[in-house]
């Protein structure tokens, strides 16, 4: 990335919204001396402010990252443009930072599928649903691309419908038994209009033990992950997945499942969501974790 052109355009995004440098500091929580090195180009801010800083600027993350305005028809081009510069620098970088900025990429393409892809929706459809993006689409060749080698799921939700929270769990089952129950992520939307539409993302890291989970709408996201397979040796296992294949209607107040990541060290058996749902978890798989979501109203 091209720290110097970021820094000016930081520096003209400031300006625009009248906010001094210090004023700007002062909204992030940090000194002025961080934002003029910014904008000089000595470094780039830490990407844990990203969100935050490009929201104050009225700016996209794409456009922080390219350092210039980007035009709507531009916007898939240069947004690939920005992965692949991303990936370059990740190469130089400690194994730790490698994996923040995958999880980074991920994110930012969720951010580009829900600002910039606003469909109407179809009367077929149900009017509250999740559903996973299309394996073909261009949006998840690029994940892909970008994520482990187990890949991305990634799902769309869209809701006609006001409700209050949005929970994500996952659930450890061993050889068929039930072990522990996690809640993954929390979104609370009491008191104030809730999103109509967002993307749920999980992302494997078999190599490192982890996956990790990210939620986000038109204003907010939330993200964290999970360990798997603790406390065994050797890591000579099987892996494969089942998740949600078509348009599943969200039924408010129950929950439901979205995704089971399935490893085994001999035959792995692979089952339905639907099946999981209803309890039946296969004894033939060492571990299986069940995801699932609930909305409530």
């Given at each position: 990335m091209d720290m110097n052109k970021i820094g000016k355009y930081i520096a003209e995004n400031r300006k625009k919204q009248g906010l001094t440098q210090k004023q700007l500091a002062d909204k992030l929580g940090m000194s002025d001396k961080s934002v003029s090195k910014w904008e000089r180009g000595v470094c780039l801010?830490?990407?844990?402010?990203?969100?935050?800083?490009?929201h104050i600027l009225n700016i996209s993350i794409n456009e922080f990252l390219a350092g210039e305005d980007?035009?709507?028809?531009?916007?898939?081009?240069?947004?690939?443009?920005?992965?692949?510069?991303?990936?370059?620098d990740s190469n130089h970088r400690q194994k730790s930072l490698k994996r923040i900025i995958r999880v980074l990429i991920v994110l930012l393409i969720i951010a580009i599928l829900v600002s910039e892809r606003i469909l109407l929706l179809n009367l077929a459809k149900?009017?509250?649903?999740?559903?996973?993006?299309?394996?073909?689409?261009?949006?998840?060749k690029v994940a892909e691309i970008m994520s482990f080698a187990d890949g991305p799921y990634i799902?769309?939700?869209?809701?006609?419908?006001?409700?209050?929270?949005?929970?994500?769990?996952?659930?450890?089952?061993?050889q068929g038994e039930f072990v522990k129950k996690i809640e993954l992520t929390w979104t609370n939307y009491?008191?104030?209009?809730?999103?109509?539409?967002?993307?749920?993302?999980?992302?494997?890291?078999?190599?490192?033990?982890?996956?990790?989970?990210?939620?986000?709408?038109?204003?907010?996201?939330?993200?964290?992950?999970?360990?798997?397979?603790?406390?065994?040796?050797?890591?000579?296992?099987?892996?494969?997945?089942s998740q949600i294949e078509e348009q599943k209607a969200i039924e408010f107040g129950c929950e439901q499942g979205l995704l089971a990541l399935?490893?085994?060290?001999?035959?792995?058996?692979?089952?339905?969501?639907?099946?999981?749902?209803?309890?039946n978890f296969p004894e033939e798989n060492d571990y299986l974790y069940y995801i699932t979501y609930k909305f409530t109203k």
């Amino acid at each position: 990335m091209d720290m110097n052109k970021i820094g000016k355009y930081i520096a003209e995004n400031r300006k625009k919204q009248g906010l001094t440098q210090k004023q700007l500091a002062d909204k992030l929580g940090m000194s002025d001396k961080s934002v003029s090195k910014w904008e000089r180009g000595v470094c780039l801010p830490d990407v844990s402010i990203y969100a935050e800083l490009c929201h104050i600027l009225n700016i996209s993350i794409n456009e922080f990252l390219a350092g210039e305005d980007i035009r709507e028809e531009d916007l898939i081009i240069k947004s690939e443009d920005n992965l692949i510069q991303i990936a370059r620098d990740s190469n130089h970088r400690q194994k730790s930072l490698k994996r923040i900025i995958r999880v980074l990429i991920v994110l930012l393409i969720i951010a580009i599928l829900v600002s910039e892809r606003i469909l109407l929706l179809n009367l077929a459809k149900p009017k509250n649903y999740v559903e996973p993006i299309a394996k073909d689409s261009i949006e998840m060749k690029v994940a892909e691309i970008m994520s482990f080698a187990d890949g991305p799921y990634i799902f769309n939700y869209r809701l006609k419908d006001e409700f209050e929270e949005l929970t994500l769990y996952v659930s450890e089952y061993r050889q068929g038994e039930f072990v522990k129950k996690i809640e993954l992520t929390w979104t609370n939307y009491e008191g104030m209009e809730s999103a109509k539409e967002g993307m749920l993302a999980i992302v494997p890291d078999f190599d490192n033990g982890l996956v990790s989970v990210a939620v986000t709408d038109e204003s907010s996201k939330t993200q964290t992950s999970f360990p798997i397979l603790e406390h065994v040796e050797g890591w000579d296992f099987g892996r494969s997945a089942s998740q949600i294949e078509e348009q599943k209607a969200i039924e408010f107040g129950c929950e439901q499942g979205l995704l089971a990541l399935i490893y085994d060290g001999d035959i792995l058996r692979v089952m339905p969501v639907s099946d999981l749902e209803d309890g039946n978890f296969p004894e033939e798989n060492d571990y299986l974790y069940y995801i699932t979501y609930k909305f409530t109203k």
